[in-house]
């Protein structure tokens, strides 16, 4: 079973930064890609970023520049740095690990709020 524990969601003003984290065991974190993806209130769930066991990483277009995937091998725990945030960055953000058959594990959701 795959666990996903998000942390580091809230209410943060725009040009603001926030930092999710999202941790798992280290079995899965060693060997699957991580990675964040978002849903904002009425769209569909779109990828933020991932990286691979090996660190490789990819972007969305609209967070390059702003948004940076990282790992923590030590914590087995993959983070989301975001800054310059913008109102547009308002959704619920779900850590995502996919495993080597394309299959792809969720967790929670932690709300990130961009408003003045």
């Known amino acids: 079973q795959v666990q996903l524990v998000e942390s580091g969601g809230g209410l943060v003003q725009p040009g603001g930064s926030l930092r999710l984290s999202c941790a798992t065991s280290?079995?899965?974190?060693?060997?699957?890609?991580m990675g964040w993806y978002r849903q904002a209130p009425g769209k569909q769930r779109d990828l933020v970023a991932h990286?691979?066991?090996?660190?490789?990483?990819n972007y969305a277009d609209s967070m390059k520049g702003r948004f940076t995937i990282s790992r923590d091998n030590a914590k087995s725990t993959v983070n989301l740095q975001m800054n310059s945030l913008k109102p547009e960055d308002t959704a619920v953000y779900y850590c995502?690990?996919?495993?080597?058959?394309?299959?792809?594990?969720w967790g929670q959701g932690t709300q990130v709020t961009v408003s003045s």
């Open positions: 995502n690990s996919r495993d080597g058959r394309g299959n792809m594990y």
């Open positions: 280290s079995s899965i974190f060693n060997t699957y890609t």
């Open positions: 990286i691979t066991s090996s660190g490789r990483t």
